[in-house]
C-alpha cells in the first residue's frame, strides 16, 4: 500500500496540490499502479472556454481565468491541465504573434483533449493549427521562398534535440512543409498547392515528397523521426550517429517528461526504462507517464525535494489555498511579474525548471503576488462593523476569533500571557489547516515563535507568511 508521504507527492506532481480529499480517496487504494489509474482517469470531453467578451485581449484574460481555475478548482482531473500547461511549453506558440485568442484556444484544446493520447497526434495536429502557423512562420514556406523556422524547430526543440540532423535534413523538412497557410481576415487554415514544393527528398535516410497527397507531405516528416529514420553520419551529436530518430525521440521527450515531473537529473536507467516504454506503445502518452509515475525513482527524496514551483503552479496553490476565482485573484500580471504568464512563452524553448525560478529579483515578486492575494483573503477583515474575517480555502477566520487571542480587559500576567500565546498558535493551526498546507517542523516552529509574540493585530499576517513557507515554494 502507498504510504501518505507517496500519494501526497504524486498529486502535487500530477494534480498541482496534494487535496484532502484526493489524498483520502487514493489513500483507499491498494497499489500504487491504482493510485497512477486513478490519477490518469481523464474525462474523453472536458469542455473548452466559452469567450464572452468580443474583444481580443479580452478573451485572451478569460482564456487564463478558465484555465487557472480549471487547475485550481473546476477539474476532477487536473492532470489534463498539467499536460496541456507541459505542451504549451513544448510545442510552444505565443499570442503575442499568433494574434488571436480564438486560436491560441484552439491550440490548448488539443493539448488538453489529447495531453495523454498519442504524441505522433498532436505534433500532426498542432503543426497545421493557424497558431503554430503563424507562430514559428510555416504560413510564410513557400516553394519560391522557403522558410526553415518551423522544420528547423520541429527537429530541434519538438522532437529530436540539437544535433540529431543536417541541414539537407534541414531543406528537406522544409520543403515538405510548404503550402501550408492561413487567412488573416478569417483566422483560418488555407493549402496553396502552388507554393508547394512536391519534388522528391531524402531526409533523415528516408524519402519522402514521392507522390500522393501533398498536403500529407509535411507530416511525413513526423512519421520518419518517429518511425524508421535515421540519425544522419554528418550529425553533430557523435553518439546518435546512426541511431534510428525514434529511439532518440523518445529518449528526448522522455528527458522533457522527467524534468517536468520529477525535476532531477534523470537517471541512465530511469532513461532507458522510459524510452522502452515509448518504443513499446508507438508513443501513447498515457502508458508513457505511467511508466514515469510508476517508477520507484520517482519517489526517493531527492525527488521529492528536488523540484521548485513554477509561478504558475505558486499561483495555483494559493487559489486552492484561499479558495479565490482566479478573476478574483487577479492573478494575470503577478504571474508576468514572476516571469511566467500563460499564452506568452518566453521563447519557443519554452520556460525552465527550478534555478530558472532561483533569484533574489523572482522571490521578490513572489513576495509581492503573496501579499496581493493575502489582501484579496481579507477584503472584509477591517470592515467598520467589526464583523470581518479572513476567507480561505477550507473556511474563514473571524476578526473576533483573533481579537480574542489578546483581550484587552484581562489582568497581564504569566500564565495569561501563556494562555493567549497557545491561543494565536491556534489561530495558525487553523490557518494552515484551511489552507491544507501540512508544515514541515522547522516552518512550524518559526511561524510559532512569530504567532506566540504577536499582538493579535499583527496575526493576519500568518497569511502571507503561510504562503512564503518553504512548503508552498516546493512541488
Known amino acids: 500500500m502507498p504510504s501518505q508521504s507517496d500519494i501526497e507527492h504524486l498529486l502535487r506532481r500530477t494534480e498541482f496540490v496534494a487535496r484532502e480529499s484526493r489524498v483520502n480517496e487514493l489513500l483507499a487504494l491498494s497499489t500504487r499502479e491504482q493510485c497512477v489509474d486513478n490519477i490518469l482517469a481523464t474525462a474523453a470531453d472536458p469542455g473548452t472556454c466559452v469567450f464572452v467578451q468580443t474583444q481580443n485581449w479580452q478573451q485572451g484574460t478569460e482564456l487564463v481565468h478558465y484555465w487557472l481555475n480549471r487547475m485550481a478548482h473546476d477539474s476532477p482531473r487536473p492532470i489534463q491541465e498539467k499536460m496541456s500547461f507541459f505542451w504549451h511549453g513544448h510545442f510552444v506558440s505565443s499570442m503575442d504573434k499568433v494574434g488571436s485568442a480564438e486560436l491560441m484556444r484552439e491550440q490548448i484544446d ?3 483533449h489529447s495531453g495523454l493520447g498519442n504524441l505522433r497526434h498532436i505534433a500532426i495536429t498542432m503543426a497545421t493549427q493557424v497558431a503554430m502557423l503563424r507562430y514559428l512562420d510555416n504560413n510564410e514556406n ?41 487567412d488573416w481576415e478569417t483566422d483560418t487554415y488555407v493549402w496553396r498547392i502552388g507554393r508547394h514544393d512536391s519534388s522528391v527528398k531524402s531526409y ?17 516528416t513526423i512519421h520518419v523521426m518517429l518511425g524508421a529514420g535515421v540519425v544522419p553520419a554528418g550529425a553533430s551529436v557523435v553518439p546518435n550517429r546512426g541511431r534510428l530518430t525514434r529511439e532518440v525521440s523518445a529518449e528526448f521527450v522522455s528527458k522533457k517528461l522527467w524534468a517536468e515531473f520529477a525535476g532531477t537529473p534523470i537517471p541512465a536507467t530511469v532513461l532507458a526504462g522510459l524510452r522502452q516504454a515509448a518504443l513499446a506503445d508507438d508513443f501513447a502518452i498515457k502508458a508513457w507517464l505511467k511508466t514515469l509515475l ?11 525535494q528536488g523540484r521548485v514551483r513554477t509561478p504558475v503552479e505558486f499561483i495555483v ?13 487577479t492573478p494575470l500580471w503577478l504571474m508576468e511579474g514572476m516571469g511566467q504568464a500563460p499564452l506568452y512563452p518566453p521563447n519557443v524553448s519554452g520556460w525552465k525548471h527550478n534555478s530558472y525560478w532561483i533569484s533574489a529579483s523572482a522571490f521578490g515578486q513572489r ?10 483573503t481579507m477584503r472584509d477583515y477591517w ?17 473576533q476569533q483573533i481579537e480574542d487571542t489578546s483581550p484587552w480587559h484581562q489582568p497581564s500576567n504569566t500564565a495569561q500571557a501563556a494562555a493567549n500565546a497557545a491561543a494565536r498558535r491556534e489561530i495558525l493551526t487553523l490557518m494552515a489547516n484551511y489552507m491544507q498546507l501540512d508544515l514541515s517542523p522547522t ?33
Open 367 to 376: 513576495v509581492s503576488a503573496a501579499r496581493q492575494i493575502m489582501w484579496r
Open 383 to 399: 470592515n467598520e462593523n467589526d464583523l470581518g474575517s479572513i476567507r480561505l480555502g477550507g473556511g474563514s477566520i473571524s476578526k
Open 204 to 220: 533523415l535516410g528516408q524519402t519522402i515528397n514521392n507522390g500522393g497527397d501533398p498536403t500529407k507531405h509535411g507530416e511525413e
Open 317 to 329: 496553490s494559493l487559489l486552492v489555498a484561499t479558495g479565490l476565482r482566479s478573476g478574483d485573484a
Open 294 to 304: 510508476m517508477h520507484d525513482e520517482f519517489y526517493t527524496t531527492a525527488v521529492k
Open 142 to 182: 513557400k516553394k519560391s521562398s522557403p522558410n526553415q523556422n518551423f522544420a528547423r524547430e520541429l527537429m530541434e526543440l519538438f522532437m529530436l534535440g540539437v544535433g540529431n540532423y543536417t541541414e539537407p535534413d534541414v531543406e528537406a523538412a522544409t520543403a515538405a512543409w510548404t503550402g501550408h497557410g492561413d
Open 110 to 112: 488539443l493539448y488538453r
Open 443 to 475: 516552518s512550524r516552529q518559526s511561524l510559532d515563535a512569530f504567532a506566540s509574540d504577536s499582538e493579535w493585530w499583527e496575526l493576519n499576517d500568518l497569511v502571507g507568511l503561510l504562503f512564503l513557507t518553504p512548503e508552498m515554494q516546493v512541488a
